[in-house]
């Protein structure tokens, strides 16, 4: 059994811009695909904790329960009605959605580079400053792991 094709992934920090993102083809070599991966990563993180916000106002603004299976939501007027497999099926998407990006961005960390691992951290603290802005979202218990938001709505 031949092991001289692979490759060993580094298990310490390291800054290059010789580091492979995601796929064999994305690969930087040179300092502009690099930034263009890193400013990527920011903006993917920002997404991260963008859905994560969604998430929390989506099962926030539908725990309003109503007789025979539905869920009362505010609307501009009056109240519309929703059966609970449809808001079940939304926040499945966006859970599906979180959770992809947040395993997408635990991988771009593993890479070990240091400048991956910097655009995910502030990504991460420039979404979680611009989408967790209500006063509401201060009172709530919020636990993360890398790849993954735990709602809490008291």
């Known amino acids: 059994m031949g092991h001289d094709n692979m490759m060993m992934m580094p298990?310490?920090?390291?800054?290059?811009?010789?580091?492979?993102?995601?796929?064999?083809?994305?690969?930087?070599?040179?300092?502009?695909?690099?930034?263009?991966?890193?400013?990527?990563?920011?903006?993917?993180?920002?997404?991260?904790?963008?859905?994560?916000?969604?998430?929390?106002?989506?099962?926030?603004?539908?725990?309003?329960?109503?007789?025979?299976?539905?869920?009362a939501v505010a609307g501009s007027e009056r109240f519309k009605e929703k059966s609970l497999l449809?808001?079940?099926?939304?926040n499945s998407l966006l859970y599906t959605a979180n959770i992809t990006t947040g395993y997408m961005l635990m991988l771009a960390v593993m890479s070990f580079n240091v400048g991956y691992f910097l655009s995910v951290v502030a990504g991460m603290g420039l979404g979680h400053?611009?989408?967790?802005?209500?006063?509401?979202?201060?009172?709530?218990?919020?636990?993360?792991a890398c790849c993954e938001t735990t709602v809490g709505i008291s």
């Open 11 to 71: 298990m310490w920090f390291m800054w290059t811009v010789d580091t492979i993102l995601w796929f064999h083809s994305w690969h930087p070599t040179s300092l502009l695909p690099y930034l263009g991966s890193c400013l990527l990563l920011v903006g993917f993180a920002i997404l991260h904790e963008a859905l994560a916000s969604w998430r929390v106002s989506f099962a926030k603004s539908n725990t309003h329960t109503a007789p025979h299976g539905y869920v």
């Open 86 to 90: 449809q808001l079940r099926v939304q």
């Open 129 to 144: 400053f611009l989408f967790f802005n209500k006063p509401w979202h201060l009172e709530m218990a919020r636990v993360d």
